[in-house]
């Protein structure tokens, strides 16, 4: 056990719906990370949140947006869903060094969205 | 894209061998980690290894860093079914002021009862 939930588990939505995914993260950690993972495929990084404010993004579009609360609670956000955004996504927390890069992360169970 | 790449990406093994992966990755490391994953579940931390660092033992596990290569290794010993998944390797990076991991593809190890 991590410490990291997810919910829901499961989603399905359908082309050009919006969604919205949950974490909660491990005490203490004040950085939350969220991954995309497609079928048969590693992790591609989202975007990160560190204190509250969007702190690195990957290769992604607009339209994943993401929040994180005081509470180190975060939410992902994926609006107008193509089919493309079916996988399994993952958020994970971790302590952000003040001197750059990571420690350990940890990832939580991951909720799989399946888009019609 | 994808930073790591991983070798093999399928491994089958008899339970009580050893089973090495290997990983590589394109650009200067803060750290290196290793991760498991089951059947598409969430991801399980396996070792983290700094970039200052050229051997780390956990158990089962030994992970080695060669920076110069760029790469590293996992090698799990004695191994058992239950084993079997989906090994990750998973980069930090060294410009990163962010906690961003670049994964491989992953090895998928299949132990043999």
């Known amino acids: 056990e991590t410490g990291v939930t997810q919910s829901p588990t499961h989603l399905i939505k359908t082309r050009g719906q919006q969604v919205t995914l949950r974490c909660s993260s491990q005490?203490?950690?004040?950085?939350v990370s969220w991954y995309q993972q497609a079928l048969g495929q590693g992790p591609q990084f989202i975007f990160q949140?560190?204190?509250?404010?969007?702190?690195g993004r990957g290769n992604f579009p607009p339209r994943f947006s993401g929040l994180q609360f005081p509470n180190y609670s975060s939410e992902l956000n994926v609006n107008a869903l193509e089919l493309d955004d079916s996988a399994l996504y993952l958020c994970?927390?971790?302590?952000?060094?003040?001197?750059?890069?990571?420690?350990?992360?940890?990832f939580g169970p991951g909720t799989r969205l399946t888009v019609l | 894209s994808q930073q790591g790449e991983e070798d093999p990406q399928a491994l089958s093994i008899q339970e009580g061998e050893n089973a090495t992966m290997n990983c590589s990755y394109k650009?200067?490391?803060?750290?290196l980690q290793w991760y498991r994953q089951n059947s598409g579940r969430g991801l399980v931390h396996l070792i983290l290894?700094?970039?200052?660092?050229r051997e780390k033992h956990s158990g089962r596990l030994r992970v080695t860093l060669d920076t110069s290569k760029k790469s590293s290794s996992l090698l799990i010993t004695a191994s058992r079914a239950a084993d079997t998944a989906s090994y990750f390797c998973?980069?930090?990076?060294?410009?990163?002021?962010?906690?961003?991991?670049?994964f491989g593809q992953g090895t998928t190890l299949q132990v043999k009862p």
């Open positions: 994970a927390s971790s302590s952000l060094w003040t001197s750059g890069g990571t420690d350990t992360q940890y």
């Open positions: 005490s203490g950690h004040n950085t």
């Open positions: 949140y560190y204190r509250e404010e969007e702190n």
């Open positions: 650009t200067s490391i803060n750290n």
């Open positions: 290894i700094r970039s200052n660092e």
């Open positions: 998973a980069a930090n990076h060294g410009s990163s002021n962010t906690g961003k991991l670049i």
